[in-house]
């Protein structure tokens, strides 16, 4: 069964930007959608934006237009989220997560804290 | 955009007693509607989609029902690993994907 490894926790100043990745450990991604899901501490689920690696389209929460890009390297079978001029409200838990297509979620990264902070 | 509005927002259970969790769209996702459960310190676990269909591995006291704007998960006599946080999450027309904003399922 395929597991989504991500990358680390980080740590950024205000103004900066964050690349998380998140790996197909044992698998690949095939025809599966893979999704960036945001939770701030002790709040909700936020879905941010996804894309299909197989053909490279992506969506996006109007929310992060202009502000996340998600891209793909099917050779590593990895997926990147870039999220850039971050503020403290950026600073939670993100989740890439893997579906059918876009649609329900049926497996998790562990996640990956990113703190913005001074 | 679709808005989830879960109720209630916090949910007081003994063990063994029926949990009834309700979830409602501000138009008809039809059946595209997914529940997940969270433990804290944990990614969620995907327990329902297509409004009832019962993910692998899950057990039959969860269960899901609903369409259009109105959907309601139960979980019958919970057990102690259910006290959790529950959401429902809408994938009508495909994205943007949007999220409940949670019930609490804690023990009474």
């Known amino acids: 069964q395929v597991q989504l490894v991500q990358s680390g926790a980080e740590v950024k100043k205000p103004g900066s930007s964050v690349k998380v990745s998140c790996k197909a450990s044992g698998g690949t991604f095939s025809g599966s959608g893979v999704s960036w899901v945001r939770q701030a501490r002790g709040q909700g689920l936020e879905w941010m934006g996804g894309?299909?690696?197989?053909?490279?389209?992506?969506n996006y929460a109007q929310k992060f237009h202009g502000s996340v890009t998600i891209t793909a390297d099917e050779s590593s079978n990895t997926v990147y989220m870039e999220l850039s001029g971050l503020t403290s409200e950026d600073t939670g838990v993100y989740y890439c997560?893997?579906?059918?297509?876009?649609?329900?979620?049926?497996?998790w990264g562990q996640g990956t804290l990113v703190t913005v902070s001074s | 955009e679709i808005v989830m509005t879960q109720s209630p927002a916090t949910l007081s259970v003994s063990p063994g007693e029926r949990a009834t969790l309700s979830c409602r769209a501000t138009?008809?996702?039809?059946?595209?509607l997914a529940w997940y459960q969270q433990k804290p310190g944990q990614a969620p676990r995907l327990l329902i989609y297509?409004?009832?269909i019962r993910a692998t591995g899950i057990p039959a006291r969860f269960s899901g029902s609903g369409s259009g704007t109105d959907f309601t998960l139960t979980i019958t006599s919970l057990q102690s690993e259910d006290f959790a946080v529950y959401y429902c999450?809408?994938?009508?027309?495909?994205?943007?994907?949007?999220f409940g904003g949670g019930t609490k399922v804690e023990i009474k």
């Open positions: 894309i299909i690696p197989m053909f490279g389209t992506t």
């Open positions: 999450q809408q994938y009508n027309n495909g994205p943007p994907l949007t």
């Open positions: 138009e008809s996702v039809r059946s595209n």
């Open positions: 297509g409004a009832l």
């Open positions: 997560a893997k579906g059918l297509g876009l649609r329900w979620i049926e497996s």
